[in-house]
C-alpha cells in the first residue's frame, strides 16, 4: 500500500469514504424543502461544516501525493525524474515577450 494511503487512512479515516456525508446533506435538503424542520437546519449545518473539513483534508492529501512519490524516486536517475525535469523545463520557458506601447 501507498505511504499516502496507510496515511489517509490513519489520519484522516479514510477521506474518501467519509464522502457519503454529501449523500445525507441532499437527503436533508429534500426533505427540508417538502417541510420546515429546525432540527434538519442545524443537521444540514453540521453536515456542511463537516464536509468542509473532509474537502479541505483531501485538498492537503492531493497535495502531498506527489511529494511522496517525488520523495521515492525523485533524484534517483529514474525515467519518473527525466519526465518530471523535462515537464518543468517546458513549464518555466519563456517562449515571449509582451511589449508594452
Do not use: C
Not at 21 to 48: A, F
Not at 74 to 88: E, M, V
Request: net charge positive; proline share 2%; charged share 35%.
Amino acid at each position: 500500500m501507498d505511504v499516502v494511503q496507510e496515511w489517509n487512512k490513519r489520519v484522516f479515516r479514510n477521506i474518501f469514504a467519509r464522502k457519503e456525508l454529501m449523500k445525507k446533506l441532499r437527503n436533508v435538503q429534500r426533505s427540508l424543502e417538502l417541510r420546515d424542520n429546525p432540527s434538519l437546519h442545524s443537521y444540514e449545518i453540521d453536515l456542511k461544516t463537516a464536509i468542509e473539513d473532509i474537502l479541505e483534508q483531501e485538498e492537503l492529501l492531493w497535495f502531498q501525493k506527489p511529494r511522496s512519490t517525488w520523495l521515492a524516486n525523485g533524484d534517483r536517475n529514474t525515467k519518473f525524474f527525466h519526465s518530471h525535469i523535462l515537464a518543468r523545463r517546458k513549464q518555466n520557458r519563456i517562449i515571449a515577450l509582451g511589449l508594452k506601447e
